[in-house]
């Protein structure tokens, strides 16, 4: 079964300062792999997902940027952030086999200061 | 585009009580439903699934979901609470498609006392 990475665990960047959150998945390949953000008193809302190399589709216009380099890895950026950007980062991974489950990694924590 | 719906955001019980969380959904078509959960300091995990076939479906942990297309629900029950069920929980639909992201509820804080 997949394992999903995510780096860093924690952040805290200043207004204005750059972002790269990064997700790497074991355990499968050519995964369909997601963003998702956990703002406090929110659900988890969609930000960006991927069904392959260099394909991203964006769920929410936004102040976030997301690539994907490689099969396995998904990187969620931003050029200046906001005050409204912090919380929690969660990357995802479409189950294989035709389950249609996603499978969450630990996640990331952002506060923006 | 969908939308999902848990209508408690804190549910405190006690141990052996019994359980219900309400998750209502709102789109047409066919979809995909979940419930997760989020056990403190742990990753958001799958707790059951509905495709298709029984509209009752049964997840880990002695919990279980109905689905009633008419009433565009899908709430949670569990007979028997424990203490370690204390989580937040999260009602999730999928539009069919599976490779769509999913749509999640606000979640639902739960605390079971001892």
């Known amino acids: 079964s997949q394992t999903i990475h995510q780096w860093p665990a924690t952040l805290v960047q200043p207004v204005g300062s750059p972002l790269s959150l990064e997700c790497t998945v074991e355990g499968t390949s050519n995964p369909n792999l997601y963003w998702y953000r956990q703002a406090a008193g929110r659900g988890l809302q969609l930000l960006f997902y991927s069904v392959g190399i260099g394909q991203i589709s964006s769920e929410v216009p936004q102040n976030l940027s997301a690539s994907r380099p490689q099969d396995r890895q998904f990187i969620l950026s931003s050029k200046k952030l906001l005050l409204s950007d912090s919380g929690f980062y969660l990357c995802?991974?479409?189950?294989?086999?035709?389950?249609?489950?996603?499978?969450f990694g630990p996640g990331t924590r952002l506060t923006v200061l | 585009a969908q939308s999902v719906s848990q209508h408690n955001h804190h549910v405190i019980l006690s141990e052996a009580a019994s359980l219900e969380l309400g998750c209502n959904y709102s789109?047409?078509?066919?979809?995909?439903l979940f419930w997760y959960v989020q056990y403190p300091g742990q990753h958001l995990q799958l707790l059951l699934k509905y495709f298709s076939g029984d509209p009752l479906v049964k997840g880990i942990k002695g919990f279980e979901a109905e689905f009633i297309k008419s009433k565009f629900s899908f709430n949670l029950r569990k007979p028997s609470v424990q203490w370690s069920d204390t989580a937040e929980y999260f009602c999730?639909?999928?539009?069919?498609?599976?490779?769509?992201?999913?749509?999640f509820g606000k979640g639902t804080h739960l605390i079971i006392q001892p």
């Open positions: 789109y047409g078509g066919t979809v995909n």
């Open positions: 999730a639909v999928n539009a069919g498609g599976g490779a769509d992201g999913l749509t």
């Open positions: 995802a991974c479409l189950g294989q086999g035709g389950a249609h489950t996603q499978y």
